[in-house]
């Protein structure tokens, strides 16, 4: 099969997960729990935060979930149920701004995605963050130019494990789903990929999920991005 196109998560796939998040997922947690340590530490051990592995659980809320998905439960957690849309609106400021600050990219990847553009693929981004979040993290790599397509949760083509981000990347450039490889750390990444029935799921370790986890449902599993030329 000759591979015409190629749909990444971002975070975890192109993005090391844990350096670019943790701090700030703590940033955002310290703030919304106003000074009570106790509280900071669940808003992140309840969703995903395994603090003796100092990493995100594979499919936990923090590992997948959008801003809005995280706000629903911290508005909860800390007994402000009516406030989720300025909690959501808050989360969105504080993950664009620190994501900007702790933005940390997987080995050789403006490497990779040359070889990749170079060898006439088209690239697309598929990711949990927003648009915008996309720009913040990515911009200071000197990469953003070798895509062809950014999708985030608010880009209006739903959200994974749906298909639409990848459907939709196929459709704006005029490629079947069966030419297409989804990249990524998770099992929702994989998921979507086989939602949208493209030709190729490749599971990344990268991110939250272990190979264990991935085994079950992606194609191939590799360390990292960087061996995809070569692959594809």
Request: charged residues 20%; contains cysteine; glycine residues 10%.
């Amino acid at each position: 099969m000759k591979y015409r196109g190629i749909v990444f998560d971002k975070d975890g796939t192109l993005l090391d997960f844990n350096r670019t998040w943790l701090p700030v997922y703590r940033y955002a947690a310290r703030e919304f729990a106003d000074g009570d340590a106790v509280l900071e530490d669940l808003l992140l051990t309840q969703h995903g935060f395994e603090p003796g592995l100092n990493r995100f659980l594979g499919g936990s809320l923090l590992a997948a979930g959008n801003n809005r998905q995280i706000a629903n439960a911290w508005a909860d957690q800390i007994n402000k149920p009516d406030q989720v849309e300025h909690i959501s609106s808050r989360l969105h400021e504080i993950f664009h701004h620190q994501g900007s600050l702790h933005a940390t990219p997987v080995k050789h990847l403006a490497n990779t995605l040359r070889q990749l553009k170079q060898s006439g693929k088209k690239l697309g981004v598929a990711t949990a963050d927003s648009h915008q979040g996309i720009i913040n993290t990515l911009e200071s790599f000197d990469v953003l130019h070798q895509f062809d397509f950014l999708a985030g949760y608010d880009s209006g083509h739903g959200v994974k494990p749906e298909a639409g981000m990848v459907v939709s990347f196929c459709e704006q450039l005029a490629l079947d789903a069966e030419t297409v490889v989804v990249v990524g750390d998770n099992r929702h990444d994989i998921e979507m990929g086989r939602n949208a029935n493209v030709g190729l799921c490749v599971g990344v370790l990268t991110g939250t999920s272990t190979r264990d986890e991935l085994e079950s449902i992606a194609d191939i599993i590799l360390d990292d991005i960087s061996t995809l030329p070569d692959l594809i």
